[in-house]
């Protein structure tokens, strides 16, 4: 059983930068495959980036591209998600998921991850 616990999100204004942390419980973190998604009211839930049991690969939404960087860190039990030029359009609740199973091209299939954190809201002003 994996835990993930979400903290990080808050309130910023266009422009502005949020560093989201997913802290997991279990000693086998550093076999799994990270995700994080976002959902905003009335719309599914998307995928934003994920990051390879050793860090070597990422990939990300198109639409965050070039804004958003994943990270993780296996010491720490850990995954980042640092968000830079933050548009209105980014405003979600923002999710990690982790899945031992999935390989990286599966990843933005939220129903392929197992474990999820409870999430941590992001509101973007303009």
């Known amino acids: 059983q994996v835990q993930l616990v979400e903290s990080g999100g808050g309130l910023v204004q266009a422009g502005g930068s949020l560093r989201l942390s997913c802290a997991t419980s279990g000693r086998t973190f550093s076999s799994y495959l990270m995700g994080w998604f976002r959902q905003a009211p009335g719309k599914e839930r998307e995928f934003v980036a994920a990051?390879?049991?050793?860090?070597?690969?990422?990939y990300y939404a198109d639409s965050v591209k070039g804004r958003f960087t994943i990270s993780r860190d296996n010491a720490k039990n850990t995954v980042y998600l640092q968000m830079n030029s933050l548009k209105p359009e980014d405003t979600a609740v923002y999710y990690c998921?982790?899945?031992?199973?999935?390989?990286?091209?599966?990843?933005?299939?939220?129903?392929?991850?197992?474990?999820w954190g409870q999430g941590t809201q992001v509101t973007v002003s303009s």
């Open positions: 998921a982790a899945d031992a199973q999935i390989p990286l091209g599966s990843s933005t299939r939220y129903w392929e991850y197992d474990y």
């Open positions: 990051i390879s049991w050793s860090a070597s690969n990422t």
